[in-house]
């Protein structure tokens, strides 16, 4: 007879003393089951003790998260957060430093624990952190000289103890005084610095200025983006990666009005440059979160461009139709005539001409070309920067363009207009970074003009494709379209320079393209026949139901889901499975990412199936409803679900990819009996569907198919004919 579901068989250590074997009823008080292991033990005053998770992470069993012991668990008993956190509260004020270094490294171990934490916090446990950090260290720095690595590990356990305990969201990141953010802020402005104590210098300074405007003008004024630029020219990534991440976070948080001055002291610091030889072209390799802070930064870089982007041209503002006059000028080298120079029909005549050559919509007036937003004034900036800086190129592409017949001329001026905007959309200026993505392009950091030089090279890239198809004004679209997947394509290769991919873009011509084109087509031949039709529905639903059991079978694998925290460097990790029987959904925290499946038994939490009302998706999820500056984006929203269960208990998640949020909003779908609806499910059809199609059309007359297969011949008697290719 199987044991009682409540009762939990477990070994429990004490120190100096033999393990005991106990059988624990869930149903009981956790103060009970304490009192009745420290009456096993012959000690007094159980309340001052607890249980904890005998492994690394030390974590105490409370009445929240005792439903985690499971059969075979190893528990410690052990004194009571409380009483830890006084002693070490104590302990850490110690006069003897090698006592404090102690404690200081204890408290940096337990603070991860958020039992403990609390139980520190309410003695003022941050307070006096604060304190140590703001005066405390001041004398023992005195000892640095002969004492240097002690200071540096005292220093280091004391941040890394503030860190621990800032991270459980507990206490409000406004409450730190101007004292304290000049002490963390000087850590990082030395030159000298050990490695620990500068990173996490670097972290808590970001997550000031990430959950706190006010502290993000305070960390603005003592920190200088000039203090920052040495930790990148070093080798360690880690330190990079942290420098990278607060001046990210110094941007984002920056007023609009203020972003473009930072941007100009960025360039005047050679941040690029430095990043681009000390970082991206460095001999390490670039990690997760080094991609994502680039990533990052491409994007808020490209962001500068909005305002431009969604400017309006004023047609009755003089300097801003003098830029026209300038495209004029340099196109047909002619000089502005002086207003007594022949009859205003006349010049108005000129005017119009040399305005059709250039390409605009209106003749008359090309201002009235740019009031579309997007792109607004950006488009006009690009052809500017394009007439300039590539003049040789504009003048023969205008001049090209204005001696074809008119029903073939490729306008320069509502090309670029639109490239523009295309180009914005590929780059997504304007919109927030994911919290999630990696894809930086290390094009973007060789040049200090990189959108505008990305956009020389692509439109000459559209007038070069125009002349290959041959087009004519009607086929503008169509030739915007095949612009789009030649550029989409040579961006997924990742070019490592703007030559590299102006080189690819060279190898993707018009016919390329039709050549790629096809190949997909016949890859995804479809048949429009009746009989064939009549087949395809037929076969529909047995696909559908394979794809189904394809969705339940890699819910019962699981996935690793990531906790999204306002401190992304130190990730925490959750786990999520069904059961074999599709009964109950398994899940628990992780202490890191795991190599392969999780097994149910160490997975603490269950959820019937049968007790899911429904699966939310996008805005309606209760966890994105939260504001937040990395959360509300759009692709975050496009990965994240929920399930409903009971009458108003969810269980969120955020899927690590597109890829793994179709398979459990599927899943979950298919559980519920209702219908997988996901862009995976709907190519997933199509490619199967095409397979069983192909199959079961081929011309199999008169070919005899055996019943069994065939038989494996014997091996060969020797292996002489084996070249071998060392």
Known sequence: MPPPVDIVKVAIEWPNAYPKLMEIDQKKPLSAIIKEVCEGWSLGNHENF???????????????????????????????????????????????????????????????????????????????????????????????????????????????????????GIVSWDTFSVAFIKKIASYVNKSAMDTAVLQRSLAILESMVLNSQDLYHKVAQEITIGQLIPHLQGTDQDIQTYTIAVINALFLKAPE???????????????RSIILSNVIRSTTPINDEMAHQLYVLQVLTFNLLEDRMMTKMDPQDQAQRDIIFE???????????????????????????????????????????????????????????????????????????????????CPFGRSSIELTKMLCEILKVGELPSENCHDFHPMFFTHDRSFEEFFCICIQLLNKTWKEMRATSEDFNKVMQVVREQIMRALTLKPNSLDQFKSRLQNLSYTEILKIRQSERMNQEDFQSRPILELREKIQPEIMELIKQQRLNRLCEGTCFRKISSRRRQDKFWYCRLSPNHKVLHYGDL??????EVPHDSLQDKLPVADIKAVITGKDCPHMKEKGALKQNKEVLELAFSV???????????????????????????LLGKEMTSDYTKSDMDTLLSMEMKLRLLDLENIQIPEAPPPIPKEPSNYDFVYDCN
């Open 50 to 168: 607890a249980l904890q998770i005998a492994d690394t992470t030390n974590f105490y069993i409370t009445e929240k998260n005792r439903n985690d012991i499971k059969n075979g668990s190893i528990l410690r008993l052990t004194t009571s957060p409380y009483q830890t956190a006084v002693q070490l509260h104590e302990r850490i004020q110690s006069s003897s430093m090698d006592a404090k270094l102690e404690a200081l490294k204890d408290l940096a171990n337990a603070s991860r624990d958020i039992t403990f934490a609390q139980e520190f916090i309410n003695l003022d446990g941050i307070s006096l952190l604060t304190q140590m950090v703001e005066s405390g260290t001041e004398r023992y720095q005195k000892l640095q000289k002969i004492m240097k690595p002690c200071f540096g590990d005292l220093l280091s356990f004391t941040l890394t103890a503030f860190v621990e305990l800032m991270d459980h």
């Open 644 to 670: 409903l269960y009971e009458s108003d208990e969810y269980l969120n998640f955020i899927a690590p990819d597109k890829h793994e949020y179709c398979v459990w909003t599927d899943g979950l779908n298919a």
């Open 327 to 409: 495209l004029r000028r340099i196109a047909f080298d002619v000089e502005c005539e002086p207003n007594n120079s022949g009859s205003m029909e006349k010049r108005k005549s000129m005017y119009t001409r040399d305005y059709k050559k250039l390409g605009f919509i209106n003749h008359v007036n090309p201002a009235v070309d740019f009031t579309q937003i997007p792109p607004g004034m950006l488009a006009l900036d690009n052809m500017l920067y394009f007439a300039r800086h590539h003049q040789d190129a504009y003048v023969r592409i205008v001049l090209e363009n204005s001696s074809r017949e008119d029903k073939h001329e």
């Open 257 to 271: 009005e203020k972003r473009q001055e930072m941007a100009h002291i960025l360039a005047q610091k050679q941040l």
């Open 591 to 596: 202490e890191e990412s795991p190599q392969g």
